[in-house]
């Protein structure tokens, strides 16, 4: 199988979580979304085609272009994000709007598991990035490869 290798790219906070950037080697088409009713997969053209579009409704308009254009052939970003308010650690897929210098995520969640806020949430089910990048990889075909910082 082939590896798949990822480069963080930026680690930050934001409100006072954790989100940290991760850039792949190769663009990914295929992952697993998460729900609280399953998995969902976009394995095909129809499927992703309809998530990019229903997630363009959350970027400014004037975004839009670059999102989609970036976006149509897969990606190669992700974002881990720890919850602000709960214990809560969920992979999203990434995307750099060029116009204004800065990294973004999609509200779809590619890895990970739902917490319960109103019980804190749930530390046991905040896994090492290198979990999150080991499901994310074998969703699309590879298996992990090496981990590296910028």
């Not at 363009?56 to 190669?76: A, H, P, T, V």
Request: positive net charge; glycine residues 10%; hydrophobic residues 35%.
């Amino acid at each position: 199988m082939k590896k798949l290798n990822w480069k963080l790219i930026k680690d930050t906070k934001i409100k006072g979580a954790r989100k940290v950037f991760y850039k792949c080697d190769m663009k990914l088409k295929k992952c697993k979304g998460i729900s609280f009713f399953g998995l969902g997969g976009l394995d095909d053209s129809k499927a992703w085609n309809e998530t990019i579009k229903n997630e363009c409704k959350y970027i400014k308009k004037e975004y839009q272009k670059s999102y989609m254009n970036q976006l149509k052939n897969g990606f190669d970003i992700i974002c881990i994000s720890d919850a602000s308010t709960h214990a809560e650690r969920l992979a999203f897929m990434g995307f750099k709007l060029p116009e204004i210098d800065g990294l973004r995520f999609l509200n779809m969640p590619i890895a990970g598991n739902y917490t319960m806020s109103i019980h804190g949430g749930d530390v046991n089910q905040m896994w090492a990035d290198e979990d999150y990048l080991k499901i994310i990889s074998e969703n699309g075909g590879f298996s992990l490869g090496e981990i590296t910082n910028e």
